[in-house]
């Protein structure tokens, strides 16, 4: 309570310093998390953890719990340092996981240290322009314009809310996996990468919350509230697609359709979908 006190006087007098306090506190986990890979590889002998996965669950499972507003009854303090310690797991790894692809590069060479600081400073940037834009009256305005319901964002409150999210997640899965069937030589490069849409879906969806929850509390008009749910659905379903692909080391599209990845697949599904409706009805006692 005495630091959920100090965190809304912190926000009501200055913003910028809270969001500096943000910035520093996930420059300090992802330090953090490089010492400890750097034991765990000089000392141990055994090569890093690939946390970035760990890090998406974690995204997943920070976007649920604000989906179905169950972070209601927590600390906003540890959401905030829950939501930065997934952020900072995912900015650590994200480049390392796609050079390595390609060039075979290291987790302590140049790419994996310059893809980190660039995305930190993109990420910072936001951050801080997300403040600004919060206070904007032409954003308050447009986020409150022709309202004719009580959605806030971003909470799902009904079925329909609800289906909504999960039928995209599923549309989304259907449609990478019939395309990468129909076209499966043409990939989405990026400076002669390949970045496969799990990486999409994962930078989608971590700007996404990040969004949701900066600007909670204020109402969205109908169009752009069904808008939110569906990119958020479409985040989560990229990233289900890939994630037993990347995790397990497939690189070719043999290995996409491999029996094994399909299971893995339908795994994650069957074990999101339990997850996604049982809070579904937990957030409505």
Known sequence: MVLDNYRSRLLRTDLLSFNSFFIITLITIIIFIRIINWIITNIFQIEPFQHFYFGVILLIFICLMTLFNLFKNKSNLFKDILLTFSIGLIIDQYVFLIVKEKTGQGYWEFPSYFGMIILLICFSFYVFLLSFLKNNKRIKKLVNSNLKNDNKLLLISNIKHLFL????IILIIIISR???FLIPEVSFLLFG??????FIGTMLLLFLIITVIVFYGLKLNKKLFHLLLMSIGIGIGLIIDEFFFLITGGITNNDYWNCNTLKGLFLFLISFSL??????FLSKK
Do not use: G, N, R
Not at 165 to 168: A, I, K, L, S, W
Not at 193 to 198: D, G, R, W
Not at 275 to 280: C, K, N, P, Q, R
């Open 165 to 168: 999210v999960y039928f995209t």
């Open 178 to 180: 019939v395309y990468v």
């Open 193 to 198: 990468y390949e970045i496969h849409h799990l």
């Open 275 to 280: 997850f996604y409706f049982s809070m579904y």
